[in-house]
């Protein structure tokens, strides 16, 4: 049996990615998705890519079951086969040892503070100009003198730059720096990587049918979500003032979605689009946030190599999707067409991953306290950005609303803060008295 397994795994992979191949190829020709109003485009794109992770999805849940099934990784063997199944399949057991983790470096306060202030406006400029050209790409016109004005649509080539980048950059930072020994089996990244590129997806196509602001604002307010997936996922119980918090920063996304101008929004159909595409961003992203937090504590993955292995998967699956679609030669013309795409295209993905590992620094260095104070500046910096640079209209009310959000973030992280000093000095306390 061990030596057909092999066998039977090419045979199970290869058969179930062209059946979903052929399907995907059907359906690409069909009425539904030909003929669909354009402010329902998305619909049938987002369709078709899904279709296209399933190319890789598929083949791999199969293998994964038959492996189970066969128990053939308690055969042994040092074969190719046997090290690859091992590597995307195989379970180490590993519990990880208090003592054994990295004890944080005392620094003297100057050298702390403009460590601070370099992650700060290392965060702040990459991250500021990744949301001015994320806007300007996926929203602006391309001109140029051999071709008309056009608008470029392909918000899955995007996402695929942005992750071949980070992926070349985190790999090469896991060959300078030495890292953890890894144990996680790589399968268990391909569930953040597929929600991740959703929601990435999302974000990019969002913004065909609501302004930045909007798209930013439903970000500072996705707390309720990442709740819910935390009770869900991880069975995080969560103190009063986080649920406080958490309906005020609501109300205040509310106010502001009701009252702000959305040059997006030419009718009721283009916002509901919008709307519905913010609602899978953010419980995409959320999923992805708490699934890599079960990684971190399961198998003491780090931070780099956590980046690394899902922009993999995630170039994987957005190659795949993109040549299945054979979309990569219109992008490819429109890069040809208008020079200046290529340039915004080069920047955009820069910036996404050097924020990627300003976050990753920021958060390994001074904790999640710090890095929350800074995403919530970045937030309000975006928003006043996209709305000199590109002539958003905020009136009184939907100001209101913005602040109600930010004041709920800053709250939040205060009434943290204030809890575990609270609750430090009663084990302190405690430990006097048994004394």
């Known amino acids: 049996m061990p030596s057909r397994t092999p066998l039977i795994i090419c045979f199970i992979a290869s058969s179930t990615a062209a059946f979903i191949y052929v ?7 069909t009425q539904l998705v030909q003929h669909v109003p354009e402010e329902y485009l998305w619909l049938p794109h987002a369709l078709t890519n899904i279709l296209g992770y ?19 990784l308690n055969y042994g063997g040092e074969g190719f086969c046997m090290r690859t199944i091992g590597i995307c399949f195989g379970e180490e057991e590993f519990i990880l040892n208090p003592q054994s983790k990295v004890q944080p470096i005392q620094r003297p306060t100057s050298n702390e503070i403009f460590s601070i202030g370099y992650h700060f406006v290392g965060l702040q400029i990459s991250y500021l100009t990744w949301g001015v050209l994320q806007e300007k790409v996926m929203t602006q016109e391309y001109q140029s003198n051999n071709a008309g004005p056009e608008h470029f649509k392909d918000s899955q080539f995007l996402v695929f730059v942005n992750r071949v980048l980070a992926f070349l950059m985190s790999g090469l930072c896991i060959l300078i720096y030495k890292q953890n020994r890894h144990r996680c089996p790589l399968y268990k990244y391909a569930y953040c990587s597929l929600s991740n590129i959703m929601s990435s997806w999302c974000q990019y196509e969002a913004l065909k049918y609501v302004s930045f602001p909007h798209q930013v604002l439903a970000k500072a307010a ?18 009063y003032y986080e649920y406080v918090t958490s309906v005020i920063l609501s109300i205040g996304m509310l106010i502001f979605m009701l009252n702000a101008g959305n040059d997006r929004a030419h009718s ?12 899978l961003y953010i419980t995409c992203d959320s ?7 079960t990684l971190f504590k399961t198998y003491n993955v780090s931070p780099i190599q956590m980046m690394c292995f899902v922009n993999f998967f995630s170039c994987i699956f957005t190659s795949v999707s993109l040549l299945q679609q054979e979309a990569f030669l219109d992008s490819l013309d429109f890069m040809f067409k208008y020079p200046q795409f290529i340039l915004d295209c080069f920047l955009l993905s820069v910036c996404s991953a ?5 976050i990753f620094s920021t ?7 710090v890095f929350a104070i800074i995403t919530t500046i970045r937030q309000g910096l975006s928003i006043l950005l996209s709305c000199i640079i590109y002539n958003h209209h905020l009136n009184v009310i939907g100001i209101f609303g913005i602040a109600l959000v930010f004041v709920s973030v800053l709250l939040r992280i205060y009434c ?5 000093k609270v609750q430090k000095s009663n084990v302190i306390k405690t430990q006097r008295i048994s004394v």
Do not use: D
């Open 354 to 358: 050097v924020g990627q590992l300003f």
């Open 287 to 293: 999923f992805t946030s708490n699934w890599q937090g």
């Open 54 to 72: 399933m190319i890789v999805l598929l083949p791999g849940y199969l293998t994964y079951k038959y492996v189970q099934k066969v128990n053939y």
């Open 23 to 29: 399907i995907n190829k059907c359906l690409a020709k």
């Open 222 to 239: 996705k707390t309720i979500p990442v709740m819910i997936m935390g009770k869900v996922i991880l069975k995080v119980k969560y103190e």
């Open 268 to 279: 009721s159909v283009t916002t509901f689009s919008g709307a519905i595409l913010l609602v």
């Open 416 to 420: 943290g803060q204030r809890l575990k």
């Open 363 to 369: 958060i390994s260095k001074f904790g999640p306290l």
